[in-house]
Structure formats: C-alpha cells, structure tokens
C-alpha cells in the first residue's frame, strides 16, 4: 500500500519531530485513523518533503518524528493548460485529471463562446473549488509539487502567456499537424490552450496566432473541453520525458 500523503506548514517539516495538527492533522488521525509505527509522507505542496512515522496517535493529531527530509525538483519543460470554462462541475473534473497527470499551471479562462461564465461572487467560489480540486487531487496522486491554479485569464491574458512562452498550442480540430508531431523545447513552458464546448471563436484564434501560438490537433475524435487537457498532457508528458 502507497504512503498517504498530507500538507503541513514549512516550518514544521524543518524540526525532527513535531505534533501534526490542524485539519490536516486532523484527517490522518481521525479520518485515516494512523497509529503509532505507521507512515506518512508529510509536503508543503512546493517541493519538500519529509518522510515521517507516527510515534503516538491523538484523537485530532499526531506526533511524527522526520526519518528522511529532501526536496523535489520542478520538471522541466513546465507545463501550462489555458482551460475554457466548462459547464457545471466539469470544471472540476477537469481540474482533478490535469492534476493527477502532473500538469503545472491550470489557467481558467473565460473565452467568448464559454456557456459558464465566473463573474462576482460566482467567480470566487468556483475559483476556491477549482483549488480545492487541486489540493486534493495532489494529495491523492501523491504530487509534492501542487499545480498552481491562477486567477481567471482574458483572451488578452492568454495571448500574453503564448507569447512569452518557449511553445504555445492551440487545440483545434482543423488543424494540419498532430500534437504528437510538434516539435518541442527542452525547457521553458509548453502553454496548451483548451477551448470551451463552442470552440475557439475565431478573433481569439487569430489573437493567439499573432502571439506566436500553432494550432495542433489532439485525434481524429472530438474531446470534450473537461477531457481534452488530460489527453494532450498524456501526450506531452510522454513525448517530453517527464514520463
């Protein structure tokens, strides 16, 4: 059986041995019920690590002792998913695929054929449950290193990441060359922009091309936009090395 895998604060991970509270804390020792002698890889989610064994188990924490302290170093080249907002709660899906397969950065953008539409309040909320879905995902795939979820991206916005990046994508279904075709850079960041279920209006494609931006297609089948950033990082992932 894999070793859990829970978030604690920097500082902690630092000393030999600490009580694991919190509601991190909490879950192990009343959720996942460890006890004493049992393992548990503790990370604060942006590369260290700290191998650790419960010494004494509480109602709501624990006490660990650090047998192994190390640090994971960011992958390379970064990857980048520029994500259409999808209808309902397949957003979320979204997010938690992109997660376990180890993208880095999950852009939520809001294109111009988007159904779903964040704005005010809404836009807050659904930014915090794409978060969370990260957070968890991570935890689960026993990811050391959690994507960074950013702030919902304009089309301008977008163009500014494909611009500055070493390769920019755009999905598309008309495209000539396959993604698995493209050549690609060793380092810097691959953006891949998933467009929404209406697809990418065409005053956004030419945005993105006058950014430096190609278009690829993924397969001789339609995705949909909750799947498409999963299958393109598969594809990705493989070709880079980083699987």
Known sequence: MTVPVFLAEPDDLARPEFVFGGQEGRHAAAVRRLRAGERLDLTDGAGTVAECVVRDAGRDSLRVEVLRRYEVAPPRPRLVVVQGLPKGDRGELAVEMMTEAGVDVIVPWSAARCVTQWKGERAAKSLGRW????????KQSRRFL??????PATTSRVATLLSAAALGVVLHEEAATPLSALPLP???DIVVVVGPEGGVAEEELAAFR??????????????RTSTAGVAAAAVLQSRTGRW
């Open 210 to 223: 006058e950014a430096g931006a190609v278009t690829a297609l993924l397969g001789p089948t339609v995705l």
């Open 146 to 151: 959690l994507p960074e979820v950013t702030e």
């Open 186 to 188: 060793a380092d810097g």
């Open 131 to 138: 978060r969370s879905t990260a957070r968890e995902a991570g």
